[in-house]
């Protein structure tokens, strides 16, 4: 066949596959658009409820943001074992002191590590909770309590003045959050109760609730890439063919013009006689 032969047959299925392509796409498109408008649907219902709540989108902004926070505390109450209501009044507690949410949990897993390595006689926190006048017998008796510890420590520590021991001590203690944590440490006496006074506590069942809200959106949110994927499988063997027949029109399109500079350069020499 000659190479204009097979660039004609190339041309043909290349027309071919684009019109399959693109009949495969419009066949997906229409599902998609109509996909779409059932999801807006759904989640429209969703923003609608609570807007009407609050008539407005700010209101709407501030219940979604107490859901995360509602999630957040279950969610870091279940890394570091302490119960939602009384990680919820710490976390308001951290906020006052500039402390994030972060520096808190990772404060909260150093004490845990620290303080069960104490009660087995090894460790290098022993020292300090030594220094704090904290004794194993102390530590064995709160049973694991997280809470508990925390407020022992934090109120032996709050007694110190600030300075280089305190903040040596904090960081034995809670890790590299330690110094962070120190502004929470001289101010937590005072304003762990205020949680509940303003209302910002965050109950277990609360918690779940959020939790379950937040991971249905997800879920929603899985479904339409779900959703995408399938649509791009249905397509992608015509892409791959289209694909694939524009690589081999490239290597063709090259040897045509090689084809073409080989005759021109014959020419050239017929021309000129060399």
């Given at each position: 066949m000659t190479i204009l032969g097979a660039l004609g047959n190339l041309v043909?299925?290349?027309?071919?596959?684009?019109?399959t392509f693109q009949s495969d796409l419009g066949r997906a498109q229409r599902i998609g658009e109509k996909f779409g408008r059932e999801i807006s649907r759904v989640l429209g219902n969703?923003?609608?409820?609570?807007?009407?709540l609050g008539g407005s989108a700010g209101f709407t902004a501030l219940i979604k943001g107490q859901i995360d926070a509602a999630d957040a505390a279950g969610k870091m109450g279940q890394k570091v074992g302490v119960a939602t209501e009384e990680l919820s009044g710490y976390m308001v507690a951290?906020?006052?002191?500039?402390?994030?949410?972060?520096?808190?949990?990772?404060?909260?897993?150093?004490?845990?590590?620290?303080?069960?390595?104490?009660?087995?006689?090894?460790?290098?926190?022993?020292?300090?909770?030594q220094a704090l006048g904290i004794s194993q017998a102390q530590v064995k008796a709160l049973n694991g309590d997280n809470a508990k510890l925390f407020e022992l420590v934090t109120g032996k520590l709050a007694q110190f003045e600030d300075g280089a021991n305190k903040t040596?001590?904090?960081?034995?203690?809670?890790?590299k959050s330690g110094a962070e944590l120190i502004p929470l440490i001289n101010s937590l006496e005072e304003t762990k109760n205020l949680a509940k006074e303003l209302g910002l506590v965050y109950d277990k069942e609360t918690s779940a609730a959020a939790e379950r809200f937040n991971d249905n959106l997800t879920t929603v949110g899985l479904s339409v890439q779900a959703f995408g994927l399938g649509i791009a499988k249905g397509v992608l063997p015509t892409l791959d063919a289209l694909?694939?027949?524009?690589?081999?029109?490239?290597?063709?399109?090259?040897?045509?013009?090689?084809?073409a500079r080989i005759a021109d350069t014959g020419l050239k020499l017929l021309v000129t006689g060399g």
């Open positions: 043909v299925s290349l027309s071919s596959d684009t019109a969703v923003a609608g409820a609570l807007a009407a951290a906020r006052l002191a500039d402390v994030s949410n972060e520096q808190l949990q990772t404060g909260f897993v150093q004490l845990a590590k620290n303080q069960a390595e104490f009660v087995a006689g090894t460790g290098a926190a022993a020292e300090a909770f040596a001590l904090a960081v034995k203690i809670f890790g694909s694939q027949r524009m690589v081999q029109t490239a290597k063709d399109a090259d040897g045509v013009g090689q084809a």
